[in-house]
């Protein structure tokens, strides 16, 4: 299963609701709060709690202290109150028992009481009578929250005759519209905003409510969101029909490039990253998070599988081309670049989307898409890229993308060759950087007695000696192994010489 977290907003929220809602997420970092407080004497730590996992915590809370936890208004969300409260627990003891320097979860109240910010309210799960559900508008096209926020003290005096929710449906396994009778309401329903990436998923949703799993209400500069984790089922994980290179480029730039599966390029593009500068305290810029989102909303779009540079173990050679002098012509960071790829990785798998693969870079930004000669005479100037075999054309700052995006299909094109040398007993197969040498006899079946060694060959390399060989040795075997595992079919791709 892969998991996805869309953010929608709560639309323009009445002044009534939005105390409601500002009331809720206080109340909630207060109880979060008082539960830390609880735990600082250390009765957490003995081993029946390290021991326990997250149901174990959630027991911690006694009725005594589920009792005392009531004074915070908090009924609606006590249960997932508690598994809040364990998750951050377990993590913090995981972390001091495999002797990390941690310190204590700090609490959100200040010397004074008063609180520093908000803890996002969790909700654990997805229901028409507790927590949280959508809601659907069919007629109007337009989507709703359920938040169950209120106890029965505070509960709302139900206005009579509300216009429009007897259009609403709930979205969920239960399909029916939500019953409106009651004269209190521990609940407020608010429209959502969203974009359309965001609408793409809610209307999944409606056909697969069982998609909708947790979910946490946020507040940023103001505003309140939704935080909505999707569960995607395996069988619902997209088939790629294209493929994307994104690669290094002048300006601090990604440049990102889509073709299809004969090499013709669809769309070329540069993301500019004003994260040029280095990373500090370890933490990305959030230019980076951003350009990562893109990227995957783009990969949606046209269905891409991603192609990556493998900078850990090659090099591109983007620093040795003039792009130009000044800031504004660097070539994007290593280290930056390294950063966004593994920011996007987990984006890629949240959205369903195949594992990023990553190949060597050798050669991107000299070599011609159209023929396939690696020339740095083809680079003109700082822009242009004029092969001298072909004569085609490139933007140099798109070069780098669109070799990549090429690379699984030449893999596809090129065969694997395999040497074929006469014996009296028979045949001899070798292929020298796979280290292959078999003896054949006219009794057996070539192709599957060549299939099963090659396939032999590449679990010993990756079990043993592949990462003990010099860095020329281990290049050429390990970018040979990524070839031949790209394959359907190994037999369908192999030259016998």
């Known amino acids: 299963m892969g998991y996805y977290t869309i953010t929608l907003k709560l639309h323009r929220p009445s002044r009534v609701k939005r105390e409601i809602l500002q009331s809720a997420m206080e109340n909630y970092t207060r109880a979060f709060d008082y539960l830390l407080r609880q735990a600082e004497d250390g009765s957490l730590e003995t081993e029946e709690f390290k021991t326990g996992g997250k149901y174990k915590l959630t027991k911690w809370v006694d009725k005594d202290m589920s009792a005392r936890l009531n004074q915070f208004d908090i009924q609606p969300f006590k249960d997932s109150l508690k598994l809040d409260f364990?998750?951050?627990?377990?993590?913090?003891?995981?972390?001091?028992?495999?002797?990390?320097k941690v310190g204590f979860p700090g609490t959100y109240e200040d010397s004074e009481g008063r609180l520093k910010s908000l803890r996002p309210i969790f909700f654990c799960r997805c229901d028409i009578n507790r927590d949280y559900c959508l809601l659907y508008d069919e007629e109007k096209n337009k989507y709703f929250i359920k938040l169950y926020l209120l106890n029965q003290r505070s509960a709302l005096v139900r206005e009579p005759g509300r216009a429009g929710e007897s259009r609403l449906s709930y979205v969920h396994k239960k399909d029916q519209p939500p019953e409106l009778n009651a004269s209190r309401e521990r609940f407020v329903i608010l429209p959502l905003s969203f974009g359309v990436h965001q609408e793409a998923y809610l209307k999944r949703c409606l056909e697969q409510p069982e998609m909708l799993k947790t979910a946490r209400l946020m507040q940023r500069s103001g505003a309140f969101y939704m935080a909505v984790n999707l569960e995607l089922p395996d069988e619902e994980r997209l088939e790629p029909e294209n493929f994307m290179g994104v690669s290094r480029g002048p300006g601090?730039?990604?440049?990102?490039?889509?073709?299809?599966?004969?090499g013709t390029v669809v769309e070329v593009q540069?993301?500019?990253?004003?994260?040029?500068?280095?990373?500090?305290?370890g933490r990305p810029p959030a230019e980076i998070y951003l350009a990562a989102k893109r990227v995957v909303e783009k990969?949606?779009?046209?269905?891409?599988?991603?192609?990556l540079e493998n900078l850990a173990e090659y090099t591109d050679k983007a620093s040795d081309l003039d792009f130009g002098k000044g800031k504004d012509q660097r070539v994007l960071r290593k280290s930056t670049y390294q950063a966004f790829e593994r920011i996007l990785r987990y984006k890629l798998d949240f959205?369903?989307?195949?594992?990023?693969?990553?190949?060597?870079?050798?050669?991107?930004?000299?070599?011609?898409?159209?023929?396939?000669?690696n020339s740095k005479k083809s680079v003109t100037s700082k822009e242009m890229f004029l092969c001298v075999s072909c004569g085609a054309a490139y933007q140099l700052k798109y070069?780098?993308?669109?070799n990549l995006s090429n690379k699984l299909i030449k893999y596809q094109r090129d065969d694997i060759k395999i040497k074929v040398i006469n014996e009296a007993s028979g045949i001899r197969l070798s292929n020298e950087i796979l280290g292959l040498n078999m003896e054949m006899t006219g009794t057996e079946d070539v192709m599957v007695h060549l299939n099963r060694n090659i396939k032999e060959l590449i679990q010993e390399a990756k079990d043993s000696g592949i990462y003990r060989m010099g860095r020329r040795e281990y290049r050429k075997k390990w970018s040979l192994i990524q070839k031949i595992e790209s394959y359907d079919d190994i037999t369908k791709h192999i030259t016998f010489i």
Request: glycine residues 10%; positive net charge.
């Open 299 to 307: 990969a949606l779009y046209y269905r891409c599988k991603v192609i």
């Open 86 to 100: 364990a998750m951050t627990m377990s993590s913090y003891l995981e972390l001091k028992d495999q002797g990390r």
């Open 351 to 373: 959205a369903g989307l195949p594992t990023p693969v990553q190949v060597s870079p050798f050669g991107i930004f000299s070599t011609c898409p159209k023929c396939g000669l």
């Open 399 to 402: 070069l780098g993308s669109i």
């Open 252 to 262: 601090n730039s990604l440049s990102v490039t889509v073709t299809d599966t004969d």
């Open 270 to 281: 540069t993301m500019v990253l004003q994260a040029g500068r280095r990373l500090r305290g």
